[in-house]
Structure formats: C-alpha cells, structure tokens
T-cell receptor
C-alpha cells in the first residue's frame, strides 16, 4: 500500500552540488511527473513521462534532468544546484487507461534548500 | 499556474459553509479538480468534475462549474476544523496529460 514514495524528505545542498531526488510508485501507473511548489505559485510542472523510456519537458525544466528506465521509478536530477531551486518537490503518478479521469497520486514531497 | 487563479486565503467559523472559487482560462479543459493539501503532506484529490457537467455533489462537497465564465467553485458544508488546509484547483486540457494548478487557497476554520 505504499503508493508514491519520495526520498529524501529533506535535503540541504550547497550551490553547485548535484543530487538526485528519487520517486517510486507501486501502482503500475504509466504516467509520472515532477512538480515544484513555491509559495504563492501553486505547483509547476518540471518534467513528465508517459511510459518507460519516454520523457518530456514541462513548464520549468531548466536545471533538471529526468530518466525513466522502468515503469516504477522516475528520478529527478539536479546537476548543479542553484538557490533558485530551493523548493518543495512533488512526484505524482496516474493511470492512463481509457477510463482515465486524470487523478494524480502524489508523494509526500521533498524539501530542498540550496545555500 | 498563471492560467488558473484562486484567492489566497479564506477564514470561516466551524459549522459554516466555505466557498472556494477558481477561474481558469482554457475553454478546452476536459476535467477540473479540487485537491487538498494538509501541512507537510502531498496533495490528495478531493473531487473532480467533467467539463460537460454543471454540478457535482459528494457528501459535504458541492462543485459548481460555469463554463461560460470559466469559473469553478467548491462548497464545503458544515466546515470542520479538520478541513483547514490548502485547496488547489486544477485543470486538464484536451490533448494534455499534465494538470495545471492554481496557486492554492488556504482555508482557516475557526473553532
């Protein structure tokens, strides 16, 4: 009954460091996505994937890379962290079948601070 | 999301009704959603409405959709302190798989 699992929950980085935020789901969902949440700005889409081997950019992709080698996992990489990437990051997945209502299932979030 | 707008804050007394409003700009939206976020947690789907519907009721929740004005509202009847959270409106547009979210409305319920 895990749903969408994100790790780590908290991370502090120095400017220029790299790191990967992990996301795993056990619901066999084809669609996975990463959002960032900033005060007063709602959630903005960073990258998404409609299936293993397929990724695409969202609204704010710069500074982030993703890959989707398996259905279950969708890691988000920051190659050279910047203070502007201080945010709360959410991974979300959904089923893409014919009766799809588009409901997204969210992880609990990863709070990242870049100094 | 700049295409979906919500007021930032709403305060009500316990037992009153709460009405949270949202406006969107894309008339091709297929589904519209209300998500709830409690402190330190991810978002959870509260309810959704298909674009060919005007109203949907689910226990204490009533969703109204005015497609002409591109206006969506969420009414919570008999608001409880446990309803205190941030509420996000979101839309799914035709041909897109991603949701566009509003900036969220913080609902504060006073005992």
């Amino acid at each position: 009954n895990a749903g969408v699992t994100q790790t780590p929950k908290f991370q502090v980085l120095k400017t220029g460091q790299s790191m990967t935020l992990q996301c795993a789901q056990d619901m066999n969902h084809e669609y996975m996505s990463w959002y960032r949440q900033d005060p007063g700005m709602g959630l903005r889409l960073i990258h998404y994937s409609v299936g293993a081997g397929i990724t695409d950019q969202g609204e704010v992709p710069n500074g982030y890379n993703v890959s989707r080698s398996t259905t279950e996992d969708f890691p988000l990489r920051l190659l050279s962290a910047a203070p502007s990437q201080t945010s709360v990051y959410f991974c979300a997945s959904s089923y893409q079948g014919a009766q799809n209502t588009g409901e997204l299932f969210f992880g609990e979030g990863s709070r990242l601070t870049v100094l | 999301g700049e295409d979906v707008e919500q007021s930032l804050f709403l305060s009500v007394r316990e037992g009153d009704s709460s009405v949270i409003n949202c406006t969107y700009t894309d008339s091709s939206s297929t589904y519209l959603y209300w998500y709830k976020q409690e402190p330190g947690a991810g978002l959870q789907l509260l309810t959704y409405i298909f674009s060919n519907m005007d109203m949907k009721q689910d226990q204490r929740l009533t969703v109204l959709l005015n497609k002409k004005d591109k206006h969506l509202s969420l009414r919570i009847a008999d608001t409880q302190t446990g309803d205190s959270a941030i509420y996000f409106c979101a839309e799914m547009r035709t041909g897109r798989r991603a949701l566009t979210f509003g900036s969220g409305t913080r609902l504060q319920v006073q005992p």
